[in-house]
Antibody, heavy 117, light 107 residues
Framework: EVQLVESGGGLVQPGRSLKLSCAAS????????MAWVRQAPKKGLEWVAT????????YYRDSVKGRFTISRDNAKSTLYLQMDSLRSEDTATYYC??????????WGQGVMVTVSS | DIQMTQSPSFLSASVGDRVTINCKAS??????LNWYQQKLGEAPKLLIY???SLQTGIPSRFSGSGSGTDFTLTISSLQPEDVATYFC?????????FGAGTKLELK
């Protein structure tokens, strides 16, 4: 059974950093691209970042470029999102998602990040 | 960015009803459109990929259609367990973008 479990969320002050993790199991992690998607309170979903299967290429939405870094450790079957210079508008539930050629197929349950002083 | 306009935003229907939800893309996305179901407190679940392909394990009452800019998710006979929020996603071009969601409730 495919499982994606996010962790590392919480309350953080504006301008500070936070690192999210997503532990994957039930599939060969190194075969898949992975992504982070977020949903702000009472707002729609936003694609944040993607990393291909071997980590050699990454993609970011414009609003997080230069502040967020997506990475992966295939030996540990874990996806990461390093979030620096956090802003109030980054407040959201963050989901990790496995991404196949047909788009994202499995998602985690999400982790909440609140940016507030 | 490609804009995805989803309608309706809210839907109330009875058990056994045929339900349709629509997504319109601001430009041609071929068939690169997925539909997801999200129940309260749960992870989103993939229902339909590439416009009309049923994900493994999803009941056959769910179906998808469309290509280009106009897409539809149909539930042929609504069941109580279908109460959820449904959303579409285009994965034709970066950044992938989502519809705003349709909250489906039982009448």
């Amino acid at each position: 059974e495919v499982q994606l479990v996010e962790s590392g969320g919480g309350l953080v002050q504006p301008g500070r950093s936070l690192k999210l993790s997503c532990a994957a199991s039930g599939f060969t992690f190194s075969d898949y691209a992975m992504a982070w998607v977020r949903q702000a309170p009472k707002k729609g979903l936003e694609w944040v970042a993607t990393i291909i299967y071997d980590g050699s290429s990454t993609y970011y939405r414009d609003s997080v470029k230069g502040r967020f870094t997506i990475s992966r450790d295939n030996a540990k079957s874990t996806l990461y999102l390093q979030m620096d210079s956090l802003r109030s508008e980054d407040t959201a539930t963050y989901y990790c998602a496995r991404t196949a050629g047909t788009g994202p197929d499995y998602w985690g349950q999400g982790v909440m990040v609140t940016v507030s002083s | 960015d490609i804009q995805m306009t989803q309608s309706p935003s809210f839907l109330s229907a009875s058990v056994g009803d045929r339900v349709t939800i629509n997504c319109k893309a601001s430009q041609n996305i071929n068939r690169y459109l997925n539909w997801y179901q999200q129940k309260l407190g749960e992870a989103p679940k993939l229902l339909i990929y590439n416009a009309n392909s049923l994900q493994t394990g999803i009941p056959s009452r769910f179906s998808g259609s469309g290509s280009g800019t106009d897409f539809t998710l149909t539930i042929s006979s609504l069941q109580p367990e279908d109460v959820a929020t449904y959303f579409c996603l285009q994965h034709n071009s970066w950044p992938y973008t989502f519809g705003a969601g349709t909250k489906l409730e039982l009448k």
